[in-house]
């Protein structure tokens, strides 16, 4: 039991189901690229696809590489400032090789894995994309679909497994729907 876990309404998805959702996108990428002549580079979004990316790293087969960026669209709190801001940026003069899948945690709006993808493409990357393990469609902002997604999830304030708020929770090992009464004053 974590001290956390008083914090959480119900569990979204369990520690079995994230587990299954990890093993079959990783299938999917050893698949897709399998016939590859290009380094597959996962390139996490710093911090909340640390978990997901560690994981899901184990179990892909095919040789890869890991790098970070750490991107910003939110402001504070619970709220996005629709502004896209690289604050760690992906420093590498071999992206012509690289098949890139950006790994994040969730995807809300789309803004900003639209931004990364467009940014990494013009940057010179062979192929570039992305991989989330929670997505809320119902929240896009703009035309962007995900090319792996592990579950699709209502419009509820989520956390557990990476995810965050106010840089608590990320350690529990399921995602859990945050009490409102815990980010509302």
Partial sequence: MHTLDR?????????????????SLAAQIDRDYSESENN??????LKGSVVFMGDLMKQI???LEIDFMKVSSYGSGTSSSGRINILLDLHRT???QKDIIIVEDIIDSGKTLSYL???LTLGGAHS??????LDKP???KVDFTPDYVGYEVPDEFVVGYGLDYDEKYRALP??????PEVYTI
């Fill in 7 to 23: 914090d959480i309404q119900r569990i979204l998805v369990s520690e079995e189901q994230i587990a299954e959702a990890v093993r």
């Fill in 40 to 45: 597959l580079l996962l390139l996490g979004i």
């Fill in 61 to 63: 087969t095919l040789p």
């Fill in 94 to 96: 071999d992206l012509s």
């Fill in 117 to 119: 993808v467009e940014y």
């Fill in 128 to 133: 570039v994309r992305t991989c989330t393990l």
């Fill in 138 to 140: 119902s929240r896009r």
């Fill in 174 to 179: 399921y995602i859990g729907i945050l009490k």
